[in-house]
């Protein structure tokens, strides 16, 4: 460094406050977490191949099902779009990098000792955390293995480094705007992950204080969710709902933008209602808030909450739906072509709808009763979950490693990708929404014999969904060590003899390059 020229080696990417730097380092981390969590649904799915034990203990079931959901969401998922914001937030808005480098830095590199400290819970004395992903009281903290402690201290350092992430993110997009790009000029992944930042900043804090009242519980004599000593275990699930609602928003948002990018380009036309696309993501932002206790329907609340969370959470589906007719009316009379960004995009179109089915069925109170804890739920989740922010993020991955290498993937190895993983993921998860319906409970190691054929269905498609993930990565690797050189690396679409063109006159929403911003840079 310094006198002797920059960092080499192991110290350039320790000391880096590049934006592309730590992008990387957040997409090759969260993708080593993808493959840590995936291998422990391998694991889970392995167990339900068919009724009767026969991999695993019960008790490490349990820990599979808590540390895989703890390792897709905030290992996997988060870090991904936090290092797709670092990578093009700031080529977006013609920024020269992010407003806190340093902390930038230090966002992501708390981490790795996060999730390993997690991770090793699994070795420690009574197994890690065995209370399912949601944690909740008094389960995690009176029945808890020692382990617990450890969880949350990972929880929060993660915590930690989210909101730092989005403190960056926020400062960026609102003082290092290239002069012209106002705010509503600004590409719509840009627009999702600034009201997604703000949503981390809001809900992080309260993740943070229901670890620190567990914490309390367990080891300075509190009951702030014991019933013994005057507390509430309800009023775990109402502070961990008040973030967990927002937080699947915080994941699914930044996969909206992406397919606003995607979408317009393989259509060959501007975005179709870029304004209400704003308004849209501002108001499933503010509604995520008061909904909740839509989680909770069964802890016996008086009918009027119920009914308020009730509305509320149908509220939602009006913004989301303007969305997807967005999405389809940018399609409507395109020149459409179906490289692999664009089918991972409609998939999500149209599987993220199917999960916004389901979720209008979870969110109608007295039928709730009837699925709540049921694999209905995990089919539901997962279908907003996976085809929603896994599938935008191999779309954004295909659509800008390009861009990111000035090298172009093996186009056939990534419908070949898309195709296996489309039928592996709808293989695993449709059926989970019989087996619900008729009443197979979520996270447990054995069932009825009636659910047998589904889950072993079910199964199978986890496998060739599992697998089709390591043709992407030998995809990617394969990309960056042997891909063909594209003439003009920073034009993705130069990469298909594509060109994008702005219809003229150009609507003034499209993405007009200012003055101060080098044309290759600008159009993410
Ligand atoms: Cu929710």
């Given at each position: 460094m310094g006198a002797h020229g920059p960092a080499k080696g192991l110290s350039r990417w320790l000391f880096t406050t590049n934006h592309k730097d730590i992008g990387s380092m957040y997409l090759w981390f969260s993708f080593a977490m993808f493959l840590l969590g995936g291998s422990f649904a391998m694991i889970i799915r392995a167990e339900l191949f068919q009724?009767?034990?026969q991999i695993v203990e019960p008790e490490f079931f349990n820990q599979m099902t808590t540390m895989h959901g703890l390792v897709m969401v905030f290992g996997a998922i988060m870090p991904a779009f936090v290092g797709l914001a670092n990578w093009m937030i700031p080529l977006m808005i013609g920024a020269p990098d992010m407003?806190?480098?340093?902390?930038?830095?230090w966002s992501f590199w708390i981490l790795p000792p996060a999730f390993a400290l997690l991770a090793s819970t699994l070795f420690m004395e009574g197994g890690g955390p065995n209370f399912g992903w949601t944690f909740y009281a008094p389960l995690s903290t009176t029945y808890a293995p020692p382990s617990v402690t450890y969880f949350i201290f990972g929880v929060h350092i993660m915590g930690l480094s989210s909101i730092m992430g989005a403190i960056n993110i926020i400062a960026t997009i609102v003082n290092m705007r290239a002069p012209g790009m106002t705010y509503m000029k600004m590409p719509l992944f840009v627009w999702t992950w600034l009201i997604t930042a703000f949503l981390l900043v809001a809900v992080m804090p309260v993740l943070a204080g229901a670890v620190t009242m567990m914490l309390m519980d367990i080891h300075f004599g509190t009951s702030f969710f014991s019933a013994a000593g005057g507390g509430d275990p309800v009023l775990f699930q109402h502070v961990f709902w008040f973030f967990g609602?927002?937080?699947v928003y915080i994941i699914i948002l930044p996969g909206f933008g992406v397919v606003s990018q995607i979408i317009p380009t393989f259509s060959r036309k501007p975005l179709f209602g870029y304004d209400s696309m704003?308004?849209?993501?501002?108001?499933i932002a503010f509604l995520s808030f008061i909904v909740w206790a839509h989680h909770m329907y069964t802890v016996g609340?008086?009918?009027a909450g119920e009914l308020f969370f009730m509305y509320a959470t149908m509220l939602i589906a009006v913004p989301t739906a303007a969305k997807v007719f967005n999405w389809i009316t940018t399609m409507f009379k395109g020149s459409l072509t179906f490289?692999?960004?664009?089918?991972?995009?409609?998939?999500?179109?149209?599987l993220f709808t199917v999960g916004g089915f389901s979720g209008l069925m979870l969110a109608i109170a007295p039928a709730d009763f009837q699925y709540h804890d049921?694999?209905?739920?995990?089919?539901h989740f997962h279908y907003t979950m996976v085809a929603g922010a896994i599938f935008s993020m191999s779309a954004a991955v295909y659509y800008w490693l390009p861009k990111w290498t000035g090298k172009m993937y093996n186009e056939t190895m990534g419908k070949t990708h898309f195709w296996v993983s489309f039928v592996g993921?709808?293989?695993t998860f449709f059926p989970q929404h019989f087996v619900g319906l008729a009443g197979m409970p979520r996270r447990i190691p054995d069932y009825n014999l009636m659910f047998a054929d589904f889950n072993m269905m079910s199964s199978i498609g986890a496998f060739i969904y599992g697998a089709s993930q390591l043709l992407f990565l030998f995809n990617v690797v394969r990309t960056i060590t042997h891909g063909e050189k594209i003439d003009d690396p920073k034009v993705w679409d130069g990469a298909h003899g594509l060109e994008w063109t702005v219809p003229t006159p150009a609507p003034y929403h499209t993405f007009t390059t200012p003055p101060e911003v080098k044309e290759s840079e600008a159009h993410g």
């Open positions: 009724p009767g034990l407003a806190l480098p340093r902390m930038n830095n609602h927002p937080e704003v308004y849209a993501t501002a108001s609340m008086p009918i490289e692999t960004p664009m089918l991972f995009s409609i998939a999500f179109v149209f049921t694999y209905f739920v995990v089919a993921f709808n293989l």
